[in-house]
């Protein structure tokens, strides 16, 4: 399976009138746009799916489409049949990130618009943060802005902040006014020299700082709903009542080699004893933000289910 999803990046400026860029600007950012897909793709589909950057170069208009193909095995479709977690599309990413419309009507900004809307101006007031589903909504200084939460986590990320930064540096720079994306003809953001001007005069600071967390640790069963066969992805399991995401980390990753080497039976419905904590962001007020983050670092044992008996 492949799947394409194509975007344009276009910087404008006095300093580009003769269709040209200097490739010591252009080159480190067409190559950060790339990493920062693939690290969002990593983010979401962890080893289960593959995503290339492709650009074609239109010179005449000073823009760069921008190709996205997200493809996966014919085991990787089979395995992703079966399972809850199901593989993140090229075009989710893509509006995640930013570089196309999110939500109807293009109502949901992605990355770009969101480090834009923060740091385009000083806030002269606290944000307020609040999520409903799967959309989080910030307000600041009478502004707000929507945005899906994984959006809100890839600004979390420091590494992917950096990223975006690269692809504004040229706009540091003499000659450059702005830097835009574009789906098909329709604009999807524009970020202008003053806003990357205010985004690196607080390159210390935190995109979105963490809310206040509490951290409760856990020990106590769980039962398996989707176990991972390959890579890092998180595992889905049953927790009192309630279907978690849970990363596998320290001596339970460990363990998930082990069972992903066929050396540990524990197919679903197996109970595992384990060790994890649970992290839940909390607003001003103290209520939770998002979902609880689920980390379990021990497997302490493990019970498969019961065989069935065949009747006679």
């Known amino acids: 399976m492949t799947q394409h ?42 080893d289960r799916a593959e995503i290339r950057v492709l650009v074609n170069a239109d010179v005449e208009q000073r823009c760069f489409m921008v190709d996205l193909s997200l493809s996966m095995s014919l085991l990787d479709q089979a395995k992703t049949f079966f399972d809850s977690d199901r593989i993140k599309t090229a075009k ?26 923060l740091k385009g101006k000083k806030k002269e007031s606290p944000l307020q943060i609040t999520q409903t589903g799967s959309q989080v909504t910030i307000v600041g200084d009478g502004n707000t802005i929507v945005i899906a939460s994984e959006t809100y986590e890839l ?23 702005d830097l835009s994306f574009l789906e098909g003809k329709d604009e999807v953001v524009r970020v202008s020299s003053e806003q990357a001007e205010n985004i690196f005069s607080s390159a210390s600071e935190e995109l979105i700082p963490f809310q206040t967390e509490s951290t409760s640790q856990i020990r106590g069963l769980v039962r398996i709903k989707s176990p991972q066969y390959e890579g890092g992805a998180k595992w889905s399991l049953l927790w009192n009542g309630r279907a978690v995401d849970a990363e596998m980390a320290e001596n339970a990753a460990a363990w998930v080699a082990a069972f992903q080497q066929n050396r540990v039976n524990a197919p679903p419905n197996t109970v595992l004893e384990v060790s994890m904590t649970e992290t839940v962001r909390l607003d001003e007020n103290g209520l939770a933000l998002g979902r609880p983050r689920y980390v379990v670092s021990d497997v302490h044992s493990v019970t498969p ?3 069935q008996i065949g009747l006679i």
């Open 5 to 46: 999803v194509r975007s344009t990046i276009r910087y404008d400026g006095p300093g580009l009138i003769g269709h040209e860029m200097d490739v010591q600007d252009l080159a480190p950012a067409l190559l950060a746009l790339a990493d920062l897909v693939q690290i969002a793709n990593k983010k979401f589909n962890g």
């Open 305 to 307: 289910p019961p065989s």
């Open 92 to 117: 989710e990413i893509a509006e995640w990130i930013g570089i196309v419309k999110g939500g109807a009507g293009g109502a949901v900004g992605g990355l770009f618009a969101l480090l834009a809307f």
């Open 155 to 177: 600004a979390q990320d420091r590494v992917v902040v950096d990223r975006v930064r690269s692809i504004m540096q040229p706009l540091t720079k003499p000659g450059y006014d």
